[in-house]
Nanobody, 123 residues
């Protein structure tokens, strides 16, 4: 599994960004996918996850009702639509593949981390 995240950038508070994460190897079609983020000096934290069928999702409370995760199995890609962005959303965002087929926030179930994409939200 090789994951490449993209779509990050600099945006003003209240703005939107859409992140994409493409899996160059078609080996995660039966696995949940997740987005995590890490700000400087802080631990990596869960953001959102989507199950292998795309019907189950889990969100961190801090992003619920603002972020939407989706996946396109035909394109082997997972997306994170981020709306109403806040300065505290500033972090490097990573995608990863879960060993579970069901959406989960458990960090220990994820592997195959991509290099991430930087999101900076200015106030």
């Amino acid at each position: 599994v090789q994951l490449q995240a993209s779509g990050g950038g600099l945006v003003q508070a209240g703005g939107s960004l859409k992140l994409s994460c493409a899996n160059s190897r078609r080996t995660a079609s039966n696995n949940a996918l997740g987005w995590f983020r890490q700000a400087p000096g802080l631990e990596r934290e869960f953001v959102a996850s989507i199950g292998w069928k795309g019907s189950s999702t889990v969100y961190a409370d801090s992003v619920k009702d603002r972020f939407t995760i989706s996946r396109d199995s035909a394109k082997n890609t997972v997306y994170l639509q981020m709306d109403s962005l806040k300065p505290e959303d500033t972090a490097r965002y990573f995608c990863a593949v879960s060993r579970s087929p069901v959406a989960t926030s458990r960090l220990d179930l994820y592997g195959s981390w991509g290099q991430g994409t930087q999101v900076t939200v200015s106030s």
